[in-house]
């Protein structure tokens, strides 16, 4: 680096004066500022302003069936337009159940894909291997609904479920006891209930998968090698060492990924056989509080059938959100000395 | 990892039988795990392309749908309104993003920050269907009819949450350094913020726009009701508008044959314009690390 040139003094502080007086008197960056202070809080107002939007078109718009029903909507079950008369259970117990029976699928396999990822596989392949599960996630649900359709449900109607009557048909004799049909008890259609839940499995992986990720490598590396120290295999040392540190962010991301499912709606619409029905048997086909809305929105011709699933739509809304905060609650309380990364 | 320590003299006791076959079952329950996720998205992939590749042909891409019953015909309505529907959402939501994320970084460390942050993981969690009510209340109850730019209301709701976050983290990244150099240089506050530090951090936000972008390009259940889908073409914002991913599903559950082979097409060229933007973003992102957070 050359040195700096020899100046006099006095000719710095005549150029840093000028300088000065120069900021000074150019433009007026100060209402400059003040303008682009103001444009960029409302654009983060807007943010704010749209919750409030969804809140407010959500809340006026079904308020008549609202105001018809009340809270016994949630739990009746006839869905009549002609005659007007709405109950949204058949739709609350399709959601819940489908949205369940992913979980119990997908959970295991999540944190399965999430141990070997971050403490099993060879380094080479950690990349690849997490890149390709995050694919999953990328695709649109319009796709997992078509594939469902043509490649699953059929290879669901002749293989599994004959499968499933066969060796836990058994089950149906226990809940006839109890005067219900059995899980697996029905012909076997392919869509319905089981392809339902089989679908959003396989979308809600990805998002349990990768929250668990995070939270395993927020455990601190020392954990792992004091349990390691102390003579533990590979998987007690993430049994005590990491599993363990991380349950509350594992646990979040379940919930997450319960946020996921229950809002889900193409791919569910297109396997689940859109029947306002309640039944036990997960080979029926039932529907949910998504795919009504997705199926009738456009159909409703009178306002209080529009209003009927508008409020549905509300219930949706809620529901997803507690969700959400307390799966991010969660999540946080593992992740949060650790830098922000964006789960997208 | 690797759990072979090296010899120290002491002679260590001998690990039991039952944990190491404990720890390999394990291990090959895990990679079990791996297999199995990978296995239906392989098996989407691969019916994608047998499928889609069959199906697809010129007039695919540039002719509309015929009528039930006629064979051939295609789905370039539909992909230009996708187009459409993507310009209305982005020309929307990223700015808005964008701007609600600088306020974030940059201006957003008090109470009213801390509460745009929560909205926008709320609004990030909202059902896709719900976005599309609230589309169909606010623009197409006022227009009185369905058109592409209630979908590209719905499709920029869902962009914004996304882009802001990404766009916060992304300007959080830049050393405070850089923006007291700016000071220091007599550089007003938004022209620093503009030129330095949204510069400093442009492949991080672009990352996130195409993430947005990405995520939104393939949803059907916020246009159901808004685009509501055309059979002819339409280059009107105010019109009701075809768009892939809508026609995908209505020719899905549809009972012909030839309508099922064009959704099969439809969907690999959907999801082939999905995976190009994702690669590009993980491009980009390894690329603008190291250029912006360093």
Redesign the interface.
Known sequence: MPGPQPVLKSEVAAKGKA?AEH?VNS?S??V??R???L??????????G??G??VY??VT?SSLSWHAFGWRFFFRSDWDPVNEQFGAFPFVYGTIVSSILALLLAV??????A???T??CPRWLKGP?A???E??A??????????A???MVPLLRTYLEPFLVRYFGWTSEITHRFGFQGPFEGPPFGIGMLAAGIILA?MV?PIV?SITREVMTAVPQQQ?EAV?AL?A??????RTGVLRNARAGILGGVILGL?RA?????AVT?VIGNRPEIAASLFAPGYTM?SV??NE??EATSDAYLSA??EV?LA??LV??I???LA?ILVWSVTRGMP???H? | ?S?T?PSTGFA??P?SLR??V??AL??L??????I???L??G??LA??IY?GVGSLNWAFLTQTPKPVGESGGGMANAIAGSALILLIASTIGV??????G???A???QNR??N??RF????????????????A???VVIGQGHFSALAGGVALA?MM???I???TE?ML?LVPNAVREAAYGL?V????T??SITLRTATSGVIT?VM?AF??V?????PL??TA?GNQYWNWKVNQPTAAL?LQ??TY??SPFDEW?RQ??AG?LI??LL??LA?SAV?LAASRGMLKGAN
């Not at chain 1, 229950?262 to 193409?266: I, W």
């Not at chain 2, 700015?95 to 609600?100: H, K, N, R, S, W």
Request: some cysteine.
């Open positions: 300088q900021l433009g960056s100060h400059a500022d303008i682009f202070y444009a960029m809080l409302a654009c983060g107002v807007c943010v704010l749209l919750v939007l969804i078109e959500l718009k295991p396999l999540a944190i399965g894909v141990v070997f990822i403490e099993m291997l890149f390709t599960t694919l999953l990328a695709i649109p649900s319009v796709i997992y609904g078509l594939w359709i043509f490649v396989i992986v998968s792992r390691l003579g295999t590979r998987w007690e040392m993430i946020g229950l809002g889900e709606t193409m297109m998504a809305i997705a929105f456009s699933l508008v739509g949706l809304f997803t959100i969700v959400n905060i991010q922000a990364r964006s997208v | 990892m759990e320590v260590a006791a690990v944990r190491r404990k720890n394990v291990t329950a895990a990679a079990g795990a791996v199995l996720v990978l239906p998205l098996a989407i019916y994608l499928k700015p808005i993003g964008i701007g609600a600088i306020y974030l940059e201006y957003g009213l920050g509460l745009i909205t926008a993981d709320v609004l990030n969690g909202v059902p896709s269907i719900v976005v599309g009510i609230v169909y209340g606010i709701i914004i949450p996304t802001t976050r990404t983290e959080l007599g007003s506050r938004w022209r913020v503009l996130g993430l990405a995520r390009a393939g949803e059907t259940a159901l009701f509501f991913s995908v599903f899905a559950i099922h959704a099969w969907a959907l999801i999905i995976v994702v993980r």
